[in-house]
């Protein structure tokens, strides 16, 4: 028997369904396991019934369901709420779903504020004023997926990669637990480290100093190079195959897009701890709540920014 399949998408930007494709042939090889039951990015299955008959959102019965996207609307609620019920297995699918992502920068504004920017003050913007029928109303901050319904397995990353996609599927195909690893993007990072900063914090557009093809674990930490990696308050996992963190192999510095190390860590510390400790100051970077927290504002991490106020 194929195993049942839904997918939801919420705030996002579709970037992790881009993942689903990029994991290539070996597709082929999961797809004839796999009955596709709902999934907005492929097929059109109405919400409300077919022809609009029913009067409640629903999806069919699955083995597993996977939601990319935070929740960000009321909508998105509830849909979470059904996929929930109607799922054995429910999986949140990239950075957004796992810790809100990039759309939860939105927490460092109110709702009404955010409602004012988009619909009024915005100078793109005719304003009719703010929209409030056929528009589901957001909700008072965008959510994770687990601050609103039990998640039994997390894909994070911005967009997550096809290695742990499919290492997951398999894993619940084959009956087995999937769990990701507990270490930092650091404990995966060949470069040297000699523990001392030997230049103060660059602007993040200035070049990285390295030659190109040059063996990586000949090249020097590139946060000890003064440019700021969020590689030692970010859990490791994006590195697939050869397991070299995939910004690094790029000689680019993390972004921390596979979020906290935990979901009780506090990433701002973790960054504010691992700078002091190779001479660096952490006041030197503006809005260091958005920054440290760029994939992972749900879960209360980032709040509005009072009228006036400045940013930490
Ligand atoms: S995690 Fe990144 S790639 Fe995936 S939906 Fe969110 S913004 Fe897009
Ligand atoms: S700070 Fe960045 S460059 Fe340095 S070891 Fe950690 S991941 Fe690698
Ligand atoms: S190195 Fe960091 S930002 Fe780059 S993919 Fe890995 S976790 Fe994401």
Known sequence: MPLRLAQEWFAICGGCEVTILDVGEPLLDILPKLEIVHMPVLMDHKLFGQTGEKTEMEIPEAD??????????????????????????????????????????????????????????????????????????????????????????????????????????????????????????????????EKKAVSALKRPLEPIEFTPGEPLNTVRCIMEQGYLCLGP??????????????????????????????????????????LASIGLDAKQIPDRAATFNRYAGAQGRLRPVPKGGKPS
């Open 233 to 274: 308050a970010t859990k490791a996992g994006c590195g697939g195959h050869d397991g070299v963190p995939r910004c690094i192999r790029a000689y680019m510095p993390c972004r921390g897009c596979f979020g906290p190390l935990s979901d009780t860590a506090n990433p701002m510390v973790d960054m504010m701890g691992a």
């Open 64 to 193: 597993v369901g996977i939601i990319a996207g935070g929740i960000r609307n009321e909508e998105n609620k509830h849909l979470a709420q059904e996929m929930r019920r109607k799922c054995k297995t429910l999986i949140a699918m990239g950075s957004c779903a796992c810790y809100g992502g990039v759309p939860a920068l939105a927490n460092l504004s109110t709702v009404q504020d955010l409602y004012e920017k988009v619909y009024r003050d915005s100078v793109s913007t005719e304003s009719n004023g703010i929209p409030n029928e056929q528009i589901p109303p957001l909700t008072d901050r965008v959510y994770a997926i687990h601050e609103v319904v039990p998640v039994d397995v997390k894909l994070p990353g911005c967009p997550t990669t096809p290695e742990l996609f499919v290492e997951a599927l398999t894993a619940l195909l084959e009956g087995r637990t999937f769990a990701l690893s507990g270490k930092s993007v650091c404990d995966e990072c060949p470069l040297i480290r």
